[in-house]
T-cell receptor, first 112, second 114 residues
Framework: DAGVIQSPRHEVTEMGQEVTLRCKPI?????LFWYRQTMMRGLELLIY????????DSGMPEDRFSAKMPNASFSTLKIQPSEPRDSAVYFC??????????FGQGTRLTVV | GDSVTQMEGPVTLSEEAFLTINCTYT??????LFWYVQYPGEGLQLLLK?????DKGSNKGFEATYRKETTSFHLEKGSVQVSDSAVYFC?????????????FGTGTRLTVIP
């Protein structure tokens, strides 16, 4: 298996623009996580899905952030409008429920 | 609620030194415990895991024992190498809550110097 695939690997955008991050989980996994990593705040869980259903989105910073999982093989994290403080590395991870998670390589987002 | 506390870094060691990174947890159910490692510019990788009390996880010379009596899962390695320089995260998944959340510690940066 190719592992968790995230795209793009790097994204630079201007403040106010919409940003969409994409994730393809490992085939057969039924849980998907979105994390954000910054120097100041470390690794933060934004949202996770079980069987394509959002279970806990309490980590989503505000209404500008939204995440979807339309099917078992694809998820998106959208920021609209983006702000400079959203600059971070965003990780997607997948797992079988209650098993260890496997992480993608991350998307480094820079909002200028 | 569930949480993980790990020792603050950074940690700097000489090659072949002994490593300990402390991790303690709080859980309401029956947690599985994990150590993940993050090398520069990469995502997190599972290093080792333990799913029940007294289990020992091991990989690449690293070990950690699930101690329920002290709610700890300390990471150890007898002789570190320069290539072990990375950030290490302790994590918990609590089966007893019925949820599937993964709780991570803040990470400990390890630098090994020749």
């Amino acid at each position: 298996d190719a592992g968790v695939i995230q795209s793009p690997r790097h994204e630079v955008t201007e403040m106010g623009q919409e940003v969409t991050l994409r994730c393809k989980p490992i085939s057969g996994h039924n849980s998907l996580f979105w994390y954000r990593q910054t120097m100041m705040r470390g690794l933060e869980l934004l949202i996770y899905f079980n069987n394509n259903v959002p279970i806990d989105d309490s980590g989503m910073p505000e209404d500008r952030f939204s995440a979807k999982m339309p099917n078992a093989s694809f998820s998106t994290l959208k920021i609209q409008p983006s702000e400079p403080r959203d600059s971070a590395v965003y990780f997607c991870a997948s797992s079988l429920i209650l098993r260890e998670a496997f992480f993608g390589q991350g998307t480094r987002l820079t909002v200028v | 609620g569930d949480s993980v506390t790990q020792m603050e870094g950074p940690v700097t060691l000489s090659e072949e030194a002994f490593l300990t990174i402390n991790c303690t947890y709080t859980a309401t159910g029956y947690p599985s415990l994990f150590w993940y490692v993050q090398y520069p510019g990469e995502g997190l990788q599972l290093l080792l895991k333990a799913t029940k009390a007294d289990d020992k996880g091991s990989n690449k010379g690293f070990e950690a024992t699930y101690r329920k009596e002290t709610t700890s899962f300390h990471l150890e390695k007898g002789s570190v190498q320069v290539s072990d320089s990375a950030v290490y995260f302790c994590a918990l998944s609590d089966r007893g809550t019925g949820a599937n959340n993964l709780f991570f510690g803040t990470g400990t940066r390890l630098t090994v110097i020749p």
